[in-house]
């Protein structure tokens, strides 16, 4: 099946600086990714759908300023979190299809801890 | 409307019996996708089953099945000879073909194996 990959798989950082998630596939061009939050024992949360080459869908109440979203490849997307807090700490993980495909397939998850 | 409804929050299960996970989703669209994703502790996202919207059959994967009842608009995961590595969040989830990218999530439902 396509693998997508992401990294890092859990980050601490300082609150007030910026942390970047990458989420490649591997094996096939994704031409859209999908990021989600997950705050524990809930449900995934869609953040914003960017397709290559093109900006970034936001959610309504999503920050577009604090949630960097960057899909400048077939192969990768990236989501930076801006001057994080500690409420910003979660589960993010990606997902990513291609076209005509019928599923997503989801990167392993970052888990970010901001203190 | 909620698009994916998941009724069951926590669920026990005996090991080597049977399970049935339910599903109901909410869409006009005539064309669309129904998935269940596994997700353990680790976090990863583990697609387990897809039916699609005009697929006669119920989908069947080794020990998971989908009860797909379109006119009651269910999707009902069934995992028969439950084993202890099935203890997971489980997530029902849906594509809309029409609309196209996004998918909606259930709240997940978090099964139990008991030995």
């Known amino acids: 099946g396509a693998v997508v990959s992401q990294h890092p798989s859990w980050v601490i950082c300082k609150s007030g600086t910026s942390v970047k998630i990458e989420c490649r596939s591997l094996d096939f061009q994704a031409t859209t990714m999908f990021w989600y939050r997950q705050f524990p024992k809930q449900s995934l949360m869609l953040m914003a759908t960017s397709n290559e080459g093109s900006k970034a869908t936001y959610e309504q109440g999503v920050e577009k300023d604090k949630f960097l979203i960057n899909h400048a490849s077939l192969t990768l997307s990236t989501l930076t979190v801006t001057s994080a807090h500690p409420e910003d700490s979660s589960f993010y993980i990606c997902?990513?299809?291609?076209?005509?495909?019928?599923?997503?397939?989801f990167g392993q998850g970052t888990r970010l801890t901001v203190v | 409307a909620q698009k994916i409804t998941q009724t069951q929050p926590g669920m026990f299960v005996q090991e080597k019996e049977a399970v049935t996970l339910d599903c109901t989703y909410d869409t006009s669209d005539p064309s669309y996708g129904l998935f269940w994703y596994k997700q353990p502790s680790s976090g990863e996202m583990i697609f387990l089953i897809y039916q699609g919207s005009y697929d006669q059959q119920n989908a069947t994967e080794g020990r998971y099945s989908l009860n797909f009842q379109k006119a009651r608009k269910s999707a009902n995961l069934v995992i028969s000879a439950s084993q202890l590595g099935d203890s997971a969040m489980y997530f029902c989830?849906?594509?809309?073909?029409?609309?196209?990218?996004?998918?909606?999530f259930g709240t997940g439902t978090s099964l139990t194996v008991i030995p």
């Open positions: 997902s990513a299809s291609f076209r005509g495909g019928r599923q997503a397939f």
């Open positions: 989830a849906m594509r809309e073909v029409v609309t196209g990218n996004q998918f909606y």
